[in-house]
């Protein structure tokens, strides 16, 4: 039944309508307006779009319902925004989430991938649990790293993930990336959440 339903129930998940996972008129609504900001750290950060409605549910459909060719279809949006930096080497940031070693990178090397990047899946992040706040954070800075798979010293790179929330996670992959001597140039993510969007220079 679950693979009948696989195969034949398929819905956008942005509007519902019948037939592609993500409709074209979906693709073109969630990718009209990419959103350009800055990270704490000063990075440029790209975003294709604000972390609600249609894109949100995009978002966690690709996480929970394994369903990357959603992220797939955004594409053709991911290279545009991607163009810019040039000849970059992407670095997915990992998953903080329990369990990710089961799920691999999740959804930041696809992200990569569909913009067309080469992909470096070289930060390596111990499990930092679900608590939220400042120990949190103090975690994640102290549990993310760059492992040996990584590209020579001096390479600019991206730093890539699904979305900015507070920006933690990326300003953890941020600091391990510059100390092992690569060269952030960007940061692309799908979506940046509203509170960021709107004061996007606070810190
Ligand atoms: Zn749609």
Redesign the pocket.
């Known amino acids: 039944m679950y693979l009948i339903e696989q195969l034949f129930d398929s819905h956008?998940v942005?509007?519902s309508?019948w037939g592609a996972m993500?409709?074209d008129?979906?693709v073109g609504r969630f990718t009209a307006m990419p959103h350009r900001t800055f990270t704490s750290r000063g990075i440029p950060l790209v975003a294709l779009g604000i972390y609600r409605g249609g894109l949100r549910a995009l978002i966690l459909a690709a996480k929970h319902r394994s369903a990357h060719a959603a992220i797939r279809r955004l594409g053709g949006a991911l290279r545009d925004a991607a163009l810019a930096w040039g000849n970059v080497i992407a670095i997915p940031v990992p998953s903080s989430r329990p369990g990710f070693l089961a799920r691999g990178y999740g959804l930041g090397s696809t992200i990569a991938r569909a913009a067309e990047l080469d992909v470096a899946n070289c930060l390596l992040m111990d499990d930092v649990g679900t608590q939220r706040g400042r120990h949190r954070i103090e975690r994640l800075q102290r549990n993310i790293r760059v492992g040996s798979r990584r590209p020579p010293n001096g390479s600019r790179v991206v730093i890539v993930d699904d979305v900015m929330t507070t920006g933690a996670s990326i300003d953890a992959a941020t600091d391990a990336c510059v100390t092992a001597g690569l060269r952030v140039v960007g940061v692309l993510v799908v979506a940046i959440a509203t509170q960021r969007a709107i004061a996007p220079l606070t810190i």
């Open positions: 956008c942005g509007c309508a993500v409709c008129t979906c």
